[in-house]
Nanobody, 115 residues
Framework: QVQLVESGGGLVQAGGSLRLSCAASAIIFRGNAMGWYRQAPGKQREWVAGIATGGSTNYVDSVKGRFTVSRDNARNTVYLQMNSLKPEDTAVYYC?????????WGKGTLVTVSS
């Protein structure tokens, strides 16, 4: 069964940090790249960061230098370390992965950054 469960969201002041976690079932985690997305109120969902099975990473320009994506292959977990948070980072954050032509999503975790 494919399962993605995000955690770690919350309320933080601007300039603060949060670390999001996404616990995945082995069937979706092993051998797959993992991605983080976010959806701000009234906006479309956007890709934020991705990490390949070998550990190479990519980021949307707006978070480069502030966010770090990593994966723990022993725990089937992907993380998103978010530093220097800004109010515009406020969104529901989702992790996702593709398998057999389908994209699977978690239910998301809310991050709210106050000014």
């Amino acid at each position: 069964q494919v399962q993605l469960v995000e955690s770690g969201g919350g309320l933080v002041q601007a300039g603060g940090s949060l670390r999001l976690s996404c616990a995945a079932s082995a069937i979706i985690f092993r051998g797959n790249a993992m991605g983080w997305y976010r959806q701000a109120p009234g906006k479309q969902r956007e890709w934020v960061a991705g990490i390949a099975t070998g550990g190479s990473t990519n980021y949307v320009d707006s978070v480069k230098g502030r966010f770090t994506v990593s994966r723990d292959n022993a725990r089937n977990t992907v993380y998103l370390q978010m530093n220097s948070l800004k109010p515009e980072d406020t969104a529901v954050y989702y992790c996702a992965a593709d398998r057999n032509g389908m994209r699977y999503w978690g239910k998301g975790t809310l991050v709210t950054v106050s000014s």
